[in-house]
C-alpha cells in the first residue's frame, strides 16, 4: 500500500504552540505526572471564565441556533461589530465590510487564501503569532519577516520593513497588541506604517485581538482609524477581551481604501460562502459581549488579577540571572531573553523539551514564532499566582542547573 502522505502545500507551515513538546506533555498528563502549562493563551481553563449574560445569552438563542446564517454573519452581531469599530474611529464601514468567523483564525487563513498568488510576498513581523506565517505559506505566498525590536520595546523596525520591500510585496501584517512580546504600538508608529503602506501600495492586516487587555492605562488605537486611503482589514473577537475562546468568535472588518479591491472582496465573499457560515451560537454572544459590561477592565487594573500576575511573573523572570524580558504593555505574555553567554542553547525545542522533562513545565521556544535565534521562550501568565511562582521556581531550577553544566 502506498503511504498516504499530506499534502505538499503543507511543507512549510508550522504551527509550534501546539506541537511536539505539547504532544510529549499530553504524554506526561496520561502517565500521571501534573505538568504546569504556560504554553496557551486559553483562558477558561485558568478561571477567567467568560462573562456570565454572554453566556446566559448563548443558551437563551440556542434554540434559533439550529440553521445556517448569512454567510458573513449575523445581522445583529454585525451591527454590534459595526459600532464598534465606529468607538474606534475606524471610518465607514458598512455591514458589507465585516465578516464573522469561526474564531480570527478562521478568517485570518481566509484573508490570505483569497489574496495570494505564487510569488507573493507579505511582510510578517518576527516574533510573530504564528499562524500569520502559517496562513501565508499555506495561501501558496512567502512571508517574509520583518524584525520587532527587543531593544525599542519590541517596536517594528521601519528601516527593516523598508528594505524587505520588493515589487512582489502585497501586504503588512501588525499584531498590535502584541503576541507573543505585549508590546502596544505608538500612534506615530502607526502613522508611519501607513506611509509605507501607502507609498508601497500595500494592504495592512491589523491583528487587534488584544486591544482591551491593556495595563498601566495604555489606550490601544486601531490603525484603520488613521487613514483612508489605504486598505485595511482588521481582525478581532471574542477570544482574548471577552475570555471566550471556545465560542469560535472572531471578525474581520475592511475599511479605508475598499473601491480598488472589489476583486480581492469579491474572492474573500467566495470563500465566506463556501465554509456556508460561522457557527451561529458564537455569534449570539457577540451583541451581548460588545455592548455589555467591559469586565476585562477589572482584571487589568493594577489590583486586577491579570495585571498582578504579570508584575509577578515579570518580577520573578528577571530575578534569575542572565533573563532580561521587556515589560509586557498588554496581552497575556512574556518573551524573556536568556543571555547566550549564560545559556548557549543550540536547539530552543530541544531545550524547552528538556524543562519539561525535568521540571514539568511546559512553554513555548521562541523559534515557534518565527524568532530566528535560540535564545527567547513564550511564558503565558495566566495561572493562579502560586502555580506562578511554582512553575518559575522550576525555571530557575532548571536554568541554575543549566548554567553549571
Ligand atoms: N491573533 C493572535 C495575535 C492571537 O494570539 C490569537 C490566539 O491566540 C488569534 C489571533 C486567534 O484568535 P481566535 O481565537 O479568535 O481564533
Known sequence: MQPVLKSAKLANVCYDIRGPVLA?????EEDGHRVIKLN????APFGFEAPEEIVQDVIRNLPDSSGYSDSKGLFA?????MHYT???HIAGVGIEDIYIGNGASELIVMAMQALLNPGDEVLVPTPDYPLWTAAVTLGSGTPRHYLCDEASDWLPDLADIRSKIVPTTRAIVLINPNNPTGALYPVELLREIIEIART???IIFADEIYDKVLYDGNVHTSIASLADDVLFVTLNGLSKNYRACGFRSGWMVISGEKRHAQDYIEGLNILASMRLCSNVP???AIQTALGGY???NDLVVPTGRLCRQRDLAHQLLTDIPG???VKPKAALYLFPRLDPKLYPIADDQQFILELLESERVLLVQGSGFNWPHPDHFRVVFLPHEDDLREAIGRIARFLENYRKR
Open 77 to 81: 452581531a454585525r451591527k454590534a461589530i
Open 294 to 296: 467591559q469586565s476585562i
Open 24 to 28: 510529549r506533555a499530553r504524554q506526561m
Open 40 to 43: 496557551i493563551g486559553n483562558l
Open 282 to 284: 458564537g455569534q449570539f
Open 323 to 325: 533573563v532580561t524580558c
Open 200 to 202: 508601497h501600495d500595500l
Open 86 to 88: 465606529q468607538q474606534k
